[in-house]
């Protein structure tokens, strides 16, 4: 009989985060490389989300979308989240839904986001186009991948409509105030969880799971990787967005990253450099914490209009990622050349060095 432990979600979280930190991010850039591209930086002056909106989608850079929940789908919101017979994880709707994925031999109440076979069918299950749903089949039971190809079916409008309701923005009705304001409410909204005012698939379905279930009181977790900002985005129940990204640091990045290895009695960087680039620049997995502005956090009516045109968000706290290990088998074997993907005797050091990069450019506090 199987006993959840105290902290599994928090292991899949973190199991999870790891994961895609290897196969969206890292992988990604190798995959750039290999490819011989330029890889799309973001410009340190546009981290914070709505201060550009991408252009383009890379095919290089890998995508995601994971929703975590530590308690199983509440019955509420199954008209929301397509989680029918058809989109269990089971080894016949697998071949049905994702051709070409091998999964005759295995159980999925086994399919555990620590265990490798649950890693090996994310990488199979990661290039479809809907949410893969981690959750516990029963109210104690182990959280599993437990359905693949998940929709979030909520009218745009509707859930544009409540947040800005809740905020003050509105009275009742989303064009009250007309098209133009309502637009404006629409970017603030994927704003409000960190998106571009321009988002749309994944992004909006991402921002739609979490508002929902962030009125449940449950722990859950959203991960979604994008092809066009080439970030991760973390969103949970409480007040923080968390991404992460490929940067290369300016000298003053690479300043604070050396002084804050030292404090942490750090003395070889290799560990947390993603690579060198042709200037000399380091290439790091830069991870940022958002937190929402006051304009987000409700408002009087009064001054709606100047709060709709000022950032919703701001920079929280900063770091440089140690750079995870990824899986060789899944790369050409011209890495081996290229990089030195060998961190297995660097485990002990510190995740993540703190650093204080970007934060003074944040639109709210710089100045």
Not at 7 to 26: E, H, I, N, P, V
Not at 121 to 127: T, W
Not at 246 to 273: F, I, K
Not at 310 to 332: G, Y
Request: glycine residues 6%; contains cysteine.
């Amino acid at each position: 009989m199987f006993i959840r432990p105290p902290d599994d979600f928090t292991q899949a979280r973190r199991q999870l985060t790891k994961f895609l930190l290897g196969y969206s991010l890292t992988e990604s850039y190798y995959a750039f490389m290999l490819a011989r591209k330029a890889y799309p930086f973001i410009a340190k002056a546009n981290i914070v989300p709505g201060t550009a909106l991408p252009r383009t989608e890379h095919r290089h850079q890998r995508t995601a979308f994971v929703i975590l929940l530590e308690q199983p789908l509440p019955r509420a919101l199954i008209r929301h989240f397509r989680v029918r017979k058809s989109n269990r994880v089971t080894p016949q709707n697998l071949a049905g839904l994702c051709p070409g994925v091998t999964a005759d031999n295995f159980d999925p109440l086994t399919l555990r986001p620590s265990e490798p076979d649950s890693k090996a069918l994310l990488r199979r299950l990661m290039p479809i186009d809907y949410a893969v749903l981690a959750e516990p089949q029963a109210a104690q039971g182990p959280i599993t991948l437990s359905h693949v190809h998940v929709k979030i079916e909520r009218l745009t409008d509707n859930a544009i409509r409540e947040l800005a309701a809740e905020l003050g923005y509105i009275e009742r009705r989303l064009f009250e105030r007309g098209e133009d304001y309502a637009d404006a409410l629409e970017a603030k909204y994927y704003e409000y969880y960190g998106f571009p005012g321009n988002a749309s698939g994944r992004k909006s379905a991402a921002a739609m799971a979490a508002q929902m279930l962030g009125k449940t009181g449950m722990r859950f977790t959203v991960l979604l990787a994008n092809q066009d900002d080439c970030r991760i985005t973390i969103l949970d129940e409480g007040e923080t967005i968390t991404q992460y990204m490929v940067m290369r640091l300016d000298r003053e990045g690479e300043e604070q990253l050396h002084q804050a290895a030292a404090a942490a009695g750090v003395e070889d960087l290799g560990a947390y450099t993603l690579a060198t680039d042709e200037r000399g620049s380091a290439i790091v997995i830069y991870r940022v914490d958002f937190v929402r502005a006051a304009p987000a956090r409700g408002r009087g009516r009064s001054d709606a209009d100047r709060l709709l045109r000022q950032p919703w968000l701001e920079i929280a706290r900063e770091w440089v990622v140690k750079v995870p290990t990824v899986d060789q088998d899944n790369l050409d074997d011209a890495l081996d050349t290229l990089f030195d993907l060998d961190r297995g005797h660097l485990d002990a050091l510190p995740e993540e060095l703190p650093i204080t990069w970007a934060r003074r450019r944040s639109p709210l506090t710089s100045g």
